[in-house]
């Protein structure tokens, strides 16, 4: 069974171990576990039901409790201390396009609000319902699923946009093809979560970012429902796919989608390789990605990640061969670990990993074979179960990221770290951050940085020292030209800061595409957009103090 108030599947433990307990007291100070509210006490929260009695329409306080947050460090904090405070006063379960147009046309009669639901594993706040008066109610979309269409031919595969991702690709690993799209959250966010956010996976250098693997869709909204055709290119205009990317469900629900897939790869490699320190590293990256060698992974972990890598694995020193090379080769305590994968044709895959592994040798990089690759590949999925091993230790870590043109990559990542390492000097509290390259293209790269600090006493201390990161972190980002997000979406974590980027007309043109969709403003409110309006809530002023 899926955690209430954490991240993953109950039975999957991931624990910490006396080595990173010990070193994360050494890094940020003695963890006091905090007492975590049980499910059936904040049950007893909830307030009764705005909405009128409808059938299909679930109201008990469980399901609200369980729809009332995503994944986000205040969804955490709100949900581990039971201050949850506003709840989805129903949720809605349809299984085709006409209930959903059925759940649109009830919310627009009782003057509801509209969440759409994927797996609920939002960072940003996208779930979350908004301050106001009107009820509000959460479209759970989990049996909006299956494989609908399936063209080898063409090689495109139709979904409902509710499926997760092992199902999704259970049903074409069976077929001897796959979609290759794994962000970290694969095990429990769903097809259309990954299309309105503009979702990256790990291996998008092969296969892609969620818009280039997004072929059309069919999309329910309050002003009717938007058939997204299929062709290979076109030149008929805007193209209106680039409008539901991103849109976060403010345009309205998407109920299925058809994808470009690829066959299942003959054979993938994951080698590790060791550079100096982070210079030499990042002009390896951007030398291989711009030679345009055909990989599906790069990553590259500053020195402060590898360092932290290793030694929460509980592997703080090399082995002796390894450390009797690294120091004939001069790599000290600066050095940083790059991950190259390749996956395909067995003869591609063999090329590409001798030219990636040749140019990375020639930027002064050591390869170290296929172990640090295999363990990668292990525990992807599972590194993410470590946030509650944290939280359990009296530990909190959240993730902040953004994306930038090569140029600006070093400063950007030196500021955004360092950021976020002196957020809590003023409180007398320490951080802990590192960072790594995780998603890298011919022009720039993402950059990704996490963040751990101490648990308070109290849930509204916890907050305050987040917002004091959070601010800090993203004025690096926009002081040194990088995206407010790179792959987890706006939701309302980026919301204020997205005229930053967007300006005052690019505001005004997505308020104005979303009010043709939604005129009355059904549809997810207090989302994505800063301004008053159909499409947005007048935007709270930066968060820098206590809440």
């Known amino acids: 069974m899926k955690r209430w108030n954490g991240w993953g599947d109950q039975a999957v433990r991931v624990e910490l171990g006396a080595t990173a307990e010990r070193l994360l007291e050494e890094w940020v100070g003695p963890g006091t576990p905090p007492r975590d509210a049980p499910l059936d006490e904040v049950v007893h929260t ?139 959250s694969w095990e429990f966010s769903t097809l259309g979560g990954w299309i309105v956010t503009r979702s990256s996976g790990q291996q998008s250098l092969a296969y892609g970012r969620i818009e280039q693997l997004f072929a059309g869709a069919t999309i329910e909204s309050p002003a009717g429902e938007l058939e997204l055709p299929v062709f290979p290119a076109s030149a008929a205009g805007a193209d209106l796919r680039e409008a539901v990317l991103g849109s976060e469900g403010r345009l309205g629900i998407v109920t299925e989608a058809t994808m470009r897939i690829s066959p299942v790869p003959e054979e993938e490699a994951f080698h590790g390789v060791f550079f100096p320190d982070w210079e030499m590293g990042l002009a390896a990256a951007r030398g291989i990605v711009q030679a345009r060698i055909p990989l599906s992974l790069l990553r590259l972990m500053n020195a402060r990640e590898t360092a932290t890598a290793m030694a929460m694995s509980g592997r703080e020193s090399l082995p002796g061969p390894l450390r009797l090379l690294f120091n004939l080769r001069g790599i000290g305590e600066e050095r940083c670990m790059m991950l190259l994968g390749a996956s395909g044709l067995r003869r591609r895959v063999r090329a590409a990993r001798r030219e990636a592994l040749a140019l990375a040798t020639r930027h002064g990089g050591i390869p170290v074979g296929r172990a640090p690759g295999r363990r990668w590949k292990r525990e992807r999925f599972r590194s993410a179960y470590l946030r509650n091993a944290l939280w359990e230790a009296g530990y909190a870590v959240d993730t902040m990221e953004t994306a930038a043109a090569w140029g600006r990559i070093p400063g950007l990542a ?114 994505l957009l800063p301004e008053e309006g159909p499409c947005g809530k007048e935007p709270a002023a930066l968060p820098t103090g206590r809440p």
């Open 46 to 184: 909830v307030p009764p039901s705005r909405l009128p009695s409808a059938a299909g329409i679930a109201t008990d306080a469980a399901e609200r409790v369980r729809h009332a947050r995503g994944h986000s460090l205040p969804d955490w904090v709100a949900l581990r201390s039971g201050r949850i405070g506003r709840f989805p006063d129903g949720v809605a379960y349809p299984s085709d396009a006409a209930a959903v147009r059925a759940v649109i046309a009830y919310a627009r009669e009782v003057g509801a609000r509209l969440i759409p639901w994927g797996g609920g594993t939002s960072v940003v706040g996208h779930v979350n319902p908004a301050p106001g008066d009107a009820p509000v109610l959460t479209v759970d979309l989990s049996r909006l699923t299956g494989l609908r269409r399936f063209d080898e031919t063409s090689r495109l595969a139709t979904f409902g946009a509710g499926v997760r991702g092992p199902d999704l690709e259970a049903e074409l690993r069976a077929r001897g093809y796959t979609l290759g799209h794994f962000p970290q």
């Open 414 to 527: 030196a500021s955004l770290e360092g950021a976020a390492r002196s957020a809590l000097d003023p409180l007398g509290e320490r951080t802990h951050a590192f960072t790594h390259l995780s998603h890298v293209y011919p022009t720039g790269s993402s950059v990704y940085t996490t963040v751990l600090f101490r648990l308070a006493a109290e849930p509204e201390e916890t907050l305050h020292r987040w917002r004091l990161i959070k601010d800090a972190a993203s004025r690096a980002i926009l002081a040194h030209g990088g995206t407010i997000s790179h792959q987890h979406g706006v939701g309302t974590a980026h919301r204020d800061h997205l005229s930053a980027e967007k300006g005052g007309l690019g505001i005004a043109a997505i308020r104005a595409v979303c009010s043709a969709f939604d005129p009355a403003g059904i549809m997810n409110p207090g989302k």
